[in-house]
DNA sequence: ATGAGTGCAAATAGTTTGCAAGCTG
DNA sequence: CAGCTTGCAAACTATTTGCACTCAT
């Protein structure tokens, strides 16, 4: 439980990334989410203002490239990010109402191997997010 | 061949929705490039600057919620449209170099409703992008 | 000490909105 | 001819960039 923020500190360290108050701040914001959030929600979360928006956004785009969070896309194109995907990946579906989000554990991920492979690409990568109205919101 | 066109025009007039030069050019536009394309690309697209861009965004919009086209995201946020979903639902992978698209005709929809009720979500929708770097360009 | 990381201001990209004028049904 | 559509300008949102300063290593 407590390793998913550590988890992810170690890799900046391997990444040889620096460990800033800044970057655990937003890890720990991410963390307690545990649902995909954008760069501003993950700002907002942020208790005392501890970084700028623009931090954010910088943070963000180096946890992606070192693979310690996932990218994703909104419906209406803001990206967002999710941490704890170290085992397993995984998508999810999203409120169009009140913004719950479930995680769902299904993933074509082999399948669009196996296809992209036949095209001859490489350097895969997927973005799939699915969006509904909960219970509550209908 | 000569239908995808038609076929559209006829949905727009079953929903009310009026036949202007404007909206035929931009589903020419899509019929021709078969893959999603964004509406700065659609509207890039028209000969003669058929029409301005923001009545590209407009008419897309409405395509879309006439479900004439379907809607994606690129791994950059850009929403792209899509023509030709009238039967055959279908993903794509795209070349993060040169951009060329290829049809992936898997789909988790059916697994994806299944989680999603037993959520007790309704509305669905989802997207789904692929990308990579083709045999050309690596 | 040295270069990665940060904050602030300003620039961009993509998309949306307001409003008067034009065209379809 | 009524109202959906369009064009143009301007507003907006999400994100990126330039630059000087700061802090982790």
Redesign the pocket.
Known sequence: MTSLIDEAIAR??EK????????KSILRALAEAEAPM???EAHAALVNE??????A???L??FEKAKIVELGVRE????VYCLGHGQGHHHHLTCRGCGKTERIDICMGKELNEIAAHFGFVELSHVMEAFGVCPKCK
């Open positions: 900046l360290r040889g990334l620096r460990i800033t108050d800044q970057r954008s760069a501003e501890a970084c700028d928006l623009v931090t956004y910088r943070c785009d180096q209406n194109g803001t990206k």
